[in-house]
């Protein structure tokens, strides 16, 4: 069975490697690049990506923004995914959040490329359409329709995100809620060893013993 892996926002497949490193011995691992233009929204990426993906049930996981492609994916289409991991994620944003998000995002594109960080490889079409798009994600009222084993992931010191990643746990029918040890926001890059036994753990919990 395949493990799909999807990066956030600023990252690529690359940052993966950890994972894909040690994981891929075991199983199939595909990282696909997130299509982020002018034209991006969740729901349109989702669709975009299973079509691209293997026919038989999968296993998701997504960071950030990935984690909210992953998540619309598994309820669109709820009988390809078997297990689902969500880092960072979120069922929907409060208020002050989305303001928040709706400033940074404005700051983001009048900066110049060249002093836009991770986000530089951007134009401000593109950092507008997605930081819109995470703005307005809201799939609190579907999260009953997950009858998949769920799990959030949060890094113990993304501070922004623990509130977020706790009320999304709590409100999937199946989801269970872990800290990443000394982890920030991209929890994969800055604790891969735990943010892999982590994952390995949640992925392999119903295989037999030998």
């Keep these: 069975m395949a493990l799909v892996l999807l990066h956030g926002l600023g990252t690529g497949p690359e940052a993966w490697r950890p994972q894909l490193d040690a994981l ?33 049930p999968l296993d ?3 960071l950030s923004l990935g984690a909210l492609v992953a998540l619309r ?3 669109d289409e709820r009988g390809r995914v078997r297990r689902l991991l969500l880092c960072a994620g979120f069922a929907s944003l409060p208020l002050r959040f989305r303001l928040l998000q709706s400033a940074v995002g404005t700051v983001a594109a009048l900066v ?49 995100n623990i509130g977020l990643s706790t009320a999304l746990a709590a409100a999937l029918p199946h989801g269970r809620l872990e800290t990443v040890p000394g982890a920030g926001h991209v929890a994969n ?9 982590a994952l390995r753990s949640f992925l392999h919990a119903d295989d037999p013993q030998p």
Excluded: K, N, Q, Y
Aim: charged share 30%.
């Design 189 to 197: 890059v800055d604790a891969p060893e735990a943010f892999t036994a």
């Design 60 to 62: 998701l996981c997504g």
């Design 112 to 160: 110049p490329a060249g002093e836009r960080g991770d986000l530089g490889g951007l134009d401000r079409a593109t950092i507008r359409a997605v930081f819109r798009a995470g703005r307005r994600f809201d799939v609190s009222e579907e999260l009953g329709r997950l009858a998949l084993p769920v799990l959030v992931l949060v890094g113990e010191r993304d501070r922004a």
């Design 24 to 56: 891929e011995p075991d199983r199939s691992v595909l990282a696909p690049r997130l299509r982020l233009d002018g034209g991006f929204s969740i729901e349109r990426e989702a669709r975009r990506l299973w079509g691209g993906l293997p026919a038989e």
């Design 73 to 75: 994916m598994a309820l």
